[in-house]
């Protein structure tokens, strides 16, 4: 561990306790938020999910994602907490989809030119993405759009901003989705 790194180590331990609190009380926040919405459902006779309300909240699953989201931030590493956090479940082989993360759409569509060359070398046929889709398919466990939305348009800001917002976000849509049936 560099100096920095065991200067935020310190710091995050030193403020654990604080982390804690007030992760718990925007989680407590947001759990709220949730039963409102499912309350008023109820009292509005419409089914939760028909609206997309989202579940009730686990408090301390939303806790730990929000410590951890702390910790990558002091810490500088937001690849791991997207992999671990936001990334689709079928993402394989995460430590080799990082060099594509936040990739330049010129060196991207260089990289996808690249594996359909090389498999028309193997002797296959397809366009430049169909090639593409079939090694991003077979390497990672996702398919060739989703890589690109998910891990080729990556930045860090997005990681933060989807972990922080999601919970609420989904709450004000089913909000919104309340007032227009209303």
Not at 40 to 46: F, I, K, Q, S, T
Not at 89 to 113: C, K, R, S, V
Not at 134 to 150: I, P
């Amino acid at each position: 561990m560099n100096p920095k790194q065991q200067l935020i180590r310190r710091v995050i331990d030193n403020n654990q306790e604080e982390i804690r609190r007030a992760a718990g009380q925007l989680a407590d926040v947001e759990a709220e938020q949730r039963a409102a919405v499912r309350d008023l459902c109820d009292a509005l006779d419409v089914d939760p999910e028909a609206v997309g309300a989202p579940p009730t909240l686990d408090r301390e699953d939303r806790v730990d994602q929000l410590e951890a989201m702390i910790g990558a931030r002091l810490a500088g590493n937001p690849w791991a907490l997207y992999v671990d956090e936001v990334a689709p479940e079928t993402l394989t082989d995460a430590d080799d989809a990082a060099q594509y993360a936040g990739m330049d759409p010129e060196d991207w569509q260089a990289q996808i030119e690249s594996w359909a060359d090389y498999y028309r070398e193997q002797g296959m046929e397809g366009t430049d993405r169909e090639l593409a889709a079939g090694h991003v398919s077979a390497k990672f466990g996702v398919d060739l759009d989703t890589f690109e939305d998910e891990i080729v348009a990556w930045t860090p800001t997005a990681t933060y901003e989807r972990l922080f917002r999601a919970p609420s976000d989904r709450t004000t849509a089913a909000l919104r989705e309340l007032v227009e049936q209303a």
